[in-house]
C-alpha cells in the first residue's frame, strides 16, 4: 500500500522524493547498515512526501481562493436569477454562447471549403483561421489544437509558397 502511495506521490512531486533518495545513496558511509539505509530512505521520501502534499494543498487553497474572488467581483448565477426579467435573459444569452459560437464557426467553414465564398481578402482569411483557432480552442480544449497546430502549419506554408 505504501508503494502505491510513494508511486502516486511521486506522480504528483514529478518524482522528487525517488530522486533526492537515489543522489543520497551514494554518500551513505559504508559502516552503515542495510536496515539504516532503509530507514534513511524511507524518511528521505517521507520528508519529500509532506512537502509535495502541502503543495498541493497550498496550490487547491490558492484556486478556491480565486475562484471565491471570481464569483465576489464578477457575480454568480444565483445573482443573476434575482433581477426579473433581464437576469433569466442573461442566463439564456450566456448559455447560448458556446453553441452559437460553434455552429457559427461550422457555417463559415461549410461557406468556405463549398467554395460559395470566394474571393476572400488575406485579412477575411487571417480573420476565419483565428476564428477558428479561439472557438475550436475553447470547444476542443489546448491539447487538441496543440495536436493540430504541425497541420496548420504546414498548410499555412504551403500556401504562402514556403513548404
Known sequence: MSN??????????G???SSVVNAVKEYYPPSMSEQ???ELDFRIQNAVDEKALKGQEL???AQAEFNNRIA?????????????VLGPLMLFLRGC??????YS??????MIFSGKWSGLSDAQESALWIINLLVLGFL???????????LIERIVKAKLGKA
Open 4 to 13: 502505491i502511495f510513494t508511486k502516486a506521490i511521486d506522480f504528483f512531486s
Open 15 to 17: 518524482g522528487l522524493g
Open 36 to 38: 539504516e539505509k532503509a
Open 59 to 61: 496550490t487547491n487553497e
Open 72 to 84: 465576489e467581483l464578477e457575480g454568480t448565477a444565483k445573482d443573476l436569477k434575482t433581477i426579473p
Open 97 to 102: 454562447q458556446r453553441p452559437i459560437w460553434g
Open 105 to 110: 464557426t461550422l457555417y463559415m467553414d461549410f
Open 140 to 150: 476542443f480544449g489546448e491539447r487538441a489544437i496543440k495536436n493540430v497546430t504541425p
